[in-house]
C-alpha cells in the first residue's frame, strides 16, 4: 500500500512541473496572432499550468 501512494505523489509532482508548449505556424497572419495569443493564453490561465507559445 505503501509503495503505491508514494507513486501516486510523485505522478502528482510531475504533472505539476510540465511546462506545455503550443507551437503555432503562421505565416502572413500578423493580423490573426494577437487575437490567437489573447485566447490561448485565457485558456491556458484557467487550466493552470505554465506554458510558453511559440
Not at 15 to 22: Q, R, T, Y
Request: include cysteine; proline fraction near 4%.
Amino acid at each position: 500500500m505503501c509503495g503505491k501512494h508514494t507513486i501516486n505523489i510523485l505522478r502528482n509532482s510531475i504533472v505539476d512541473d510540465i511546462l506545455i508548449s503550443i507551437v503555432i505556424p503562421v505565416f502572413n497572419e500578423e493580423d490573426n496572432v494577437v487575437p490567437l495569443f489573447h485566447s490561448i493564453r485565457d485558456v491556458m490561465t484557467n487550466i493552470q499550468r505554465d506554458f510558453e507559445v511559440i
